[in-house]
């Protein structure tokens, strides 16, 4: 197999971010892909220690004042709210996965290849002055600002985690530059996410939200992507494409009902993969969201990689099964878009 260029962005630092016992988003994910970080040093790939976010690309997405409510938190353990926990040295390891995320989009954008960083705390749920859903700042959304600041034009975010990322959302609502893409189980938390969420002003039609009753399948997410995410990003023509690596649709995920297998985000990775190539030079970055069964974790990460390492890319998958979880929203989504899109889109 001939490999293609992809850089991780890893550090062992992730695993300061200590939760109570018992929670979800534990130091175990730290662990899973720090593994995987050097498994893919061994098989000779690259990983970078990434750089802590600066104030000023924080400050791109986050209020002044929460930046200093969260940078206060450091030294103490406390609770954000009901499920979101900082303890002592978690403001230094959120900043370190902004900075992750900002330096891999960076890289991509730079003609490096693709890239993945394997961060936590995830970022997406965080608001502009609001801690929630494990997340403290939105890392994603970071990336996206700053790129805009340093080149692109455009930038599309695709979120497959099964929760809706309304933070992501609500940053770029009526921005025209973004395209942000969320498939995700609804109803479900955060409770935002339906199709009738499509942007405000400017941004209209740039929001792109795909909820999917619990049980969605392969079958499900493969008619999604071919009959709507992949023509709205052919169409949008990016210069980058980021991507929230949320790893909890799958069957195995505690935490939700969908029933995603790896082989179905190893047909997603590749989707994104070819679509990159084809409207964006290739400038493609992961960074990882949620995804809480430990093993699930583990052989998503390396399905990830393995798709974007491998060249030639392999044959598309083929799933069978029932799409009507996917064919109750379609219809209804494209109607509610088809005024702010070209003609033909879909």
């Known amino acids: 197999m001939i490999e293609t260029s992809l850089a991780l962005f890893a550090s062992e630092r992730f695993a300061d971010h200590v939760t109570p016992p018992g929670h979800p988003e534990r130091v175990g994910r730290a662990e899973v892909m720090q593994n995987v970080a050097e498994s893919f040093v061994q098989d000779g790939g690259t990983v970078i220690e990434p750089r802590p976010v600066t104030d000023a690309e924080l ?11 969260i940078a206060a938190t450091s030294g103490r353990a406390v609770n954000l709210d009901p499920d979101t926990y900082a303890s002592p040295r978690s403001y230094e390891v959120a900043r ?39 997340c403290l700042f939105n890392s994603v959304a970071v990336a996206a600002a700053h790129a805009l600041k340093n080149g692109a034009s455009k930038v599309a975010i695709v979120d497959y985690d099964v929760h809706h990322g309304n933070g992501t959302q609500w940053m770029f609502y009526d921005d025209p530059r973004i395209l942000y ?6 109803p479900f938390y955060p409770g935002t996410g339906a199709t009738v969420d499509i942007g405000r002003d400017a941004g209209e039609g740039r929001t ?42 799958h069957e195995r995920d505690p935490l ?33 969201e949620g995804g809480y069964d ?42 509610l878009h088809r005024a702010h899109w070209p003609s033909g889109v879909w």
């Open 96 to 134: 370190l996965a902004a900075g992750a995320i900002v330096e891999a989009a960076a890289h991509a954008m730079a003609g490096g290849g693709y890239a993945l960083a394997l961060v936590r705390p995830p970022g997406h749920h965080a608001e502009a002055d609001r801690a929630m859903g494990f």
């Open 181 to 186: 893409v969320s498939t995700h189980q609804y």
């Open 294 to 335: 430990l093993q699930a974790f583990d052989e998503c990460l390396d399905s990830t990689i393995a798709v974007l390492r491998d060249s030639p890319i392999g044959d598309a998958p083929s799933f069978k099964g029932s799409t009507d979880r996917a064919e109750a929203v379609i219809e209804d989504i494209i109607s």
């Open 256 to 288: 939700a009902g969908m029933q995603v297998t790896t082989e179905g985000y190893r047909a997603m990775t590749r989707h994104l993969r070819v679509i990159a190539d084809e409207v964006c030079g290739g400038r493609l970055a992961f960074v990882t």
């Open 208 to 249: 792109l939200n795909v909820p999917l009753a619990a049980g969605a399948t392969d079958a499900d997410y493969e008619l999604v992507f071919t009959r709507l995410i992949l023509p709205a990003l052919r169409a949008f023509s990016p210069d980058l494409l980021l991507i929230s690596a949320g790893y909890d649709a």
């Open 59 to 69: 400050v791109a997405v986050h209020t002044t004042a929460y930046i200093k409510s």
